[in-house]
């Protein structure tokens, strides 16, 4: 999950299997919440969105997850390649203002 | 369509040191922002510039200023560096036209600041 501390929190899973990453936000006012996908030597990566009057959407093998009530935010990706091998962070916008979380490392085993 | 562009894409400068970075927004764009990504404390919001005026500012000091020019293009300069100024500077530019946040952002490669 997303962690303020220096260590950036990793995941390893099995190729073809799925993943779930955690973001814990911490503005209730927050409405609307954005995963990216940051692979080493580029910049962020759009992923997917979702809204707070929303609790679920759906991509192409991703599904974000809304829990407004434990202000928790989840990413699951489907059958995981290793092409997904990145760091994943959520961010959150309330009042105009992004807020964005440490990410995690997730790497995917052959 | 061209995406965003960051150059230099790395840099070495010493304590005491100015520095200036540039951001070429996507074609179209008007709004770039400027972030700066530490390992311990992700991305953090620096400015926001639009149509030439500096439009959003986050909880940077002074030492940190930018500008942007009538082609879009935006600079950002970091004056007196100091060693925690080391970090990956990120541009993003989207239309801006709507003023809010939730517009996407496209994001450059970054810029990979080390102050020595």
């Known amino acids: 999950g997303e962690s303020v501390g220096l260590h950036l929190p990793t995941l390893s899973v099995q190729e073809g299997d799925n993943s779930i990453i955690n973001c814990a936000y911490s503005?209730?006012?927050?409405?609307?919440f954005i995963w990216y996908k940051q692979e080493s030597g580029k910049g962020p990566q759009f992923i997917i969105d979702i809204r707070s009057n929303m609790d679920k959407r759906q991509g192409q093998r991703v599904t974000v997850l809304l829990n407004k009530t434990v202000k928790h935010l989840s990413l699951q990706i489907a059958a995981t390649q290793p092409g997904d091998s990145a760091v994943y962070f959520c961010?959150?916008?309330?009042?105009?203002?992004?807020?964005f979380g440490t990410g995690t490392s997730l790497t995917v085993i052959p | 369509k061209a995406g965003v562009t960051q150059t230099p894409r790395y840099l070495i400068k010493t304590r005491g040191q100015q520095v200036t970075l540039s951001c070429s927004p996507i074609s179209g764009h008007r709004s770039v922002s400027w972030y700066q990504q530490t390992p311990g404390q992700g991305l953090q919001f620096l400015f926001e510039?639009?149509?030439?005026?500096?439009?959003n500012k986050g909880n940077f000091p002074g030492r940190f200023s930018g500008r942007q020019f009538s082609n879009s293009r935006s600079e950002m300069n970091v004056s007196t560096l100091e060693l925690g100024d080391s970090a990956l500077y990120l541009c993003a530019s989207s239309l801006g036209t709507s003023g809010r946040a939730e517009e996407t952002q496209y994001f450059g490669p970054g810029t990979r600041l080390l102050v020595l």
């Open positions: 961010a959150e916008i309330g009042g105009n203002q992004f807020y």
């Open positions: 503005n209730s006012a927050s409405d609307y």
């Open positions: 510039y639009f149509s030439e005026t500096q439009r």
